[in-house]
């Protein structure tokens, strides 16, 4: 059976980040390894972001893998079978993502004889452990309460209250995940590799409420429902000043509720990859060449003609 290691965590939490750093690193140097992408936007930026890493990447976008896509999902793991036969499949889920329906779908009879979970990896921004992860902690529990291990992000930019926070909150969800910094994970390619080969401590074919999986009961995905996205073609360049107001104008609300941005822009003639979440964002320029520059925002009642004003 091949394995399948799901990288699972909300938007921004810093999935994409611990992808790059360990395939880059060459962590599955010696295995067949493909890496299945599911984006909720209609844009894929993180397979874009991934670029360059040295497997296929199969791309799964608008919408979630574990409710609109699920059709999508089992026809491309039966085209990967089909076609590449790899040792092992990566998932990175959308950062809106429930665990339940996956375990699910991987029960479809046409998968289950082919496929195993082999460990579930929740990444955990820990700076949103200052308060601001009220308004999602349906979606953190979920992500942490499946994962057998959970990996601490963004711990660089996080004080003692938020470290504390993050561990209680884990503590209540999922007593048994073993949990570890993102960042002592990556600085030790044994440490990565370890991530991988046990599976995590959690069963991972037990499902959250008890059961084991393939009982057919339903899951609740409304709660994906509020979320939006609009991307965006952004063929000027910006001055830094305009860009920094337009930034103000995305952090302050003043285009909606946006709780995640990514993409490429052109400030001063030069292109930059930009990241935003929850308040934060960076914006560093990148030397090669990109076929289009893009933004893509997530969250809700977005005024994307104000958005776009950027480029009008
Ligand atoms: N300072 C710091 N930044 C981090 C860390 N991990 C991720 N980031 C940054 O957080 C931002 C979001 O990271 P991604 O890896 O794109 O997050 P994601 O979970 O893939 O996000 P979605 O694609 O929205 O689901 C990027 O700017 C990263 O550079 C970390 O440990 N420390």
Known sequence: MIPIDIITGFLGAGKTTFLKNILLKGVFAEEKVVLIENEYGQVNMDARFL???G?????ITKGCLCCSLKTDFITT????LESVKPDRILVEPSGIFVTESFKEMLQDSSLREDYRINSITSVLDVTLFDGRFLPYEGFLSNGVRHAGQILLSKCDLADDGMLQNARAFINRHNSHA???DSAAVLAEEGQCRALFARGGKADPNTCACGCSGGHGHSHDHSSHDPFVTVSLDLDGSLGEKEFETWMEGVASGAFGDIIRMKGYIRIQGKTHEIQYQHNRYTCVPKQDAVERHQVVAIGKHIRR????????
Do not use: R, T
């Open 51 to 53: 670029e360059g890493v």
């Open 55 to 59: 497997i296929p990447i199969y791309e």
């Open 77 to 80: 793991l039966k085209e990967i």
């Open 178 to 180: 073993a949990v570890y």
């Open 305 to 312: 003609e104000w958005l776009a004003g950027i480029d009008g």
